[in-house]
């Protein structure tokens, strides 16, 4: 007997569940991914959040969003992190004294009333605040939404068009695994070997006090983490001169969906959307360019610092799925790799898992390096809809729903089984949630 997910008699409670959870994770001016592991604001995750939200209150999705944007260097970029002042110094690693925004990022403009992070996450935030007027425009012209928030969203795009061009040819770059927003992906392993580890005894981890420390990166991973964030913080958070350079699928393609979202803003505030969608355009041409394996199938990393693509499948060298300019051809060798043996999606997998099953790497509980997220499952839903693939779309859907459900919104689970891994009652998880059920 497999479970079938059946809207007519669950859908009522998973979406009120759904709604408890985000708001067991309001704080009143933002949401956090989760109370125990993550007691801050994240700022991909805020993203999700308010995609989600917008179904059942348009001006909190609009608040999570502005309250991110507030915390904006001056130099465009969006800190990762945005830190709750009452929420103890121990309760997560690294902690602002850690990263000293206030003082080591003067140069770059960081604000002086809150306390944030240097390095940034996956832009999604223009498709969500797009995502967010469409809720309801009534209020969103009445608040001005768009018009606030436009111009901190084309900021953030110009910074990294252009403070993180680092490879020449158009694309955006990370300069640490936690900007790509996964992690600990086998893909890192390479760039990451050449980078020498902060000794252990000089910081000490929170998250193990809440996850099982075999689900969440090794202590090695972290040594590396911490070595790149101190030298980044140490050069005042300037760009250019990072040991560790990758050029990232998902990462671009989701600020090419967002540059097309941005066009749209522009066009609903009465300007012109051409150079935007232009834009949105060639990037998506710099990306196949660049990162796209027609023999396999599937976008890569490059590394900049090594030279060359690195070989690891991921689900980011899918997420691509959601870019409206892709050829059939591009569009056809994605929904074969989803679904093959490697991803598995309608076959052996329930979501779409982190990273290649066939991998050397594969661990479907070791976080980015097997497991399934929801997100990841849901972007790559809305580009198989996008595409016109309805079924696929409608089953990956239908299992999205069931996994949140009887996972009680885990952060990520088990790619097979859909068994809950880190924490439960996790905000993206149930935002998307709400979202596949509007
Ligand atoms: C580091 C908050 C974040 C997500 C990331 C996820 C995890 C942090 C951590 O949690 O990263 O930023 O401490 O492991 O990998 O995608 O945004 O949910």
């Avoid at 708001?23 to 125990?36: L, M, R, Y």
Wanted: net charge negative; aromatic share 10%; charged share 20%.
């Amino acid at each position: 007997y497999t479970a079938v997910y059946d809207p007519t008699t669950s859908a009522g409670s998973l979406h009120l569940r759904a709604i408890e959870v985000l708001d067991g994770n309001w704080t009143g001016t933002s949401t956090v991914p989760s109370h125990g592991l993550y007691p801050h604001q994240w700022s991909w995750d805020s993203a999700f959040i308010a995609i989600g939200l917008r179904h059942v209150s348009p001006r909190r999705a609009q608040t999570e969003l502005e309250t991110l944007l507030d915390a904006q260097w001056g130099d465009g970029r969006i800190p990762h992190i945005v830190f709750n002042p009452s929420v103890p110094l121990d309760a997560y690693f690294p902690s602002p004294d850690f990263w000293r925004s206030v003082t080591a990022g003067r140069a770059a403009g960081a604000p002086r009333t809150v306390q944030t992070s240097g390095i940034v996450q996956p832009p999604v935030h223009a498709l969500a605040a797009w995502l967010v007027h469409r809720a309801d425009p009534g209020l969103s012209r009445a608040r001005g939404f768009l018009a606030r928030v436009y111009p901190r969203l084309a900021a953030w795009h110009r910074y990294l068009l252009h403070r993180r061009d680092l490879g020449g040819g158009g694309l955006v770059s990370v300069v640490h695994p936690w900007e790509q927003g996964m992690d600990n992906a086998p893909s890192w392993d390479a760039p990451l070997a050449r980078i020498a580890p902060a000794p252990a005894r000089s910081f000490r981890r929170a998250d193990l006090a809440h996850g099982a420390p075999e689900d969440r990166p090794t202590d090695l991973d972290y040594g590396r983490y911490v070595r790149l964030a101190t030298d980044y913080r140490d050069g005042e958070y300037a760009d250019g001169r990072t040991d560790f350079a990758v050029e990232d699928p998902a990462f671009n393609a989701l600020l090419i969906a967002s540059e097309h979202a941005l066009a749209r803003i522009a066009e609903e505030l009465g300007a012109t959307g051409t150079a935007r969608h232009a834009r949105a355009q060639r990037l998506t041409a710099a990306l196949v360019d660049r990162l796209w394996d027609p023999a396999e199938g599937l976008f890569f990393c490059r590394d900049l610092r090594g030279g060359g693509l690195i070989r690891e499948r991921g689900v980011s060298g899918l997420v691509p799925l959601l870019l409206p300019g892709l050829s059939r051809e591009i569009v056809s060798a994605l929904v074969g790799t989803l679904r093959g043996p490697h991803f598995g999606v309608g076959a052996t997998t329930r979501l779409a898992p982190s990273y290649d099953l066939l991998g050397e790497a594969f661990d479907p509980h070791r976080y980015w390096r097997g497991p399934a997220w929801c997100n990841t499952s849901w972007l790559v839903e809305r580009g198989l809809r996008l595409h016109g693939e309805r079924a696929h779309a409608d089953a990956l859907r239908a299992a999205v729903l069931d996994v949140a459900d009887t996972s009680d919104f885990a952060e990520y689970v088990d790619p097979y089984t859909g068994e809950a891994c880190g924490a439960t009652g996790f905000s993206w998880t149930a935002a998307l949630t709400l979202d596949l059920l509007h």
